[in-house]
């Protein structure tokens, strides 16, 4: 999907968007703290197989799990999405990408046989990082299974 022209409003809304983070958020800090403290080991900013430009915010490869924390505003959260006001038209178009590029990755990793696990910035670090937990003990347990079918447990 081909952008418009990118025109900020102002040079100030400019200069802020600029400086917007997209790695180590707070939310991914937390939750990354809370992971490595359980004792998982994950891989940070892996590109997602077959597609440039797209990397999953923490992977666990060997298991195929790939994590995404997604921000409220660049990725359209259903809670607390805003729309700007200025350049309102730009904006809607640029978010709406957003949301259809995560939809296609996800879709393109599930296909590919990964779990896909997404999370919004404002969900509890505890609540994610168990979720992810839960995952990584699941696919660990399916991926022992299949290497050893006649072993007892």
Not at 81 to 95: C, D, G, I, V
Not at 112 to 141: C, D, I, N, Y
Request: net charge positive; hydrophobic share 35%; charged share 25%.
């Amino acid at each position: 999907m081909a952008r418009p022209p990118v025109s900020p409003s102002s040079p100030g809304v400019s200069a802020r968007m600029s400086r917007q983070g997209r790695l180590d958020t707070k939310p991914e800090l937390a939750v990354r703290r809370l992971l490595h403290a359980s004792g998982l080991r994950y891989r940070l900013q892996r590109r997602v197989p077959g597609m440039a430009r797209r990397t999953i915010d923490i992977a666990f490869p060997g298991l195929h799990i790939a994590v995404f924390l997604d921000g409220c505003f660049w990725h359209g959260c259903p809670e607390h999405a805003t729309s700007p006001k200025a350049n309102a038209q730009w904006w809607r178009t640029k978010l709406e990408g957003n949301m259809a590029r995560d939809a296609e990755t996800t879709s393109h990793l599930e296909s590919a046989g990964w779990t896909v696990l997404r999370f919004w910035e404002h969900e509890p670090p505890e609540s994610v990082a168990e979720q992810v937990a839960e995952a990584v003990q699941t696919a660990k347990s399916h991926a022992q299974g299949r290497r050893h079918p006649n072993s007892r447990t």
